[in-house]
């Protein structure tokens, strides 16, 4: 599977919904997730991120986010269509450990 990770949070960038072909992106306050068991590892959302947040499991210590983005997935509405990024995202873009600091 591919999964959403830490830089997605206060970015929110949405590129990433208009290209999924099963419509596997489920949306938080403040980023996104992918359902693991539907994602059909085409990885064409990868590049699309523009804040590079997107991996996919077998790069390696992924568990973490494998099992975080199966949890929201199953919490959060589905997205659909791409959306104005947030307020911060170009601020925020690259900032470290943002998990800890501004997941909502
Ligand atoms: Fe969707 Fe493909 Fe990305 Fe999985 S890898 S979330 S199926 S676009
Ligand atoms: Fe997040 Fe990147 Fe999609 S910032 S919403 S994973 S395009």
């Known amino acids: 599977?591919?999964?959403?990770?830490?830089?997605?949070?206060a970015c929110k960038y949405t590129d990433c919904?208009?290209?999924?072909?099963?419509?596997?992106f489920y949306e938080g306050e403040n980023m996104l997730v992918?359902?693991?068991?539907e994602c059909i590892d085409c990885g064409v959302c990868e590049p699309e991120c523009p804040a590079d947040a997107i991996r996919a499991d077998t790069e390696g210590d992924m568990e973490k986010w494998v099992a975080f983005n199966?949890?929201?997935?199953?919490?959060?509405?589905?997205?659909l269509e791409a959306k104005e990024p947030l307020p911060s995202a170009d601020e925020m873009d690259g900032k470290p450990d943002k998990l800890a600091s501004q997941f909502s």
């Open 1 to 9: 599977t591919y999964v959403v990770t830490d830089n997605c949070i």
């Open 17 to 24: 919904v208009e290209v999924c072909p099963v419509d596997c």
């Open 34 to 37: 992918i359902d693991p068991e």
């Open 70 to 79: 199966a949890k929201y997935a199953a919490l959060w509405p589905v997205i």
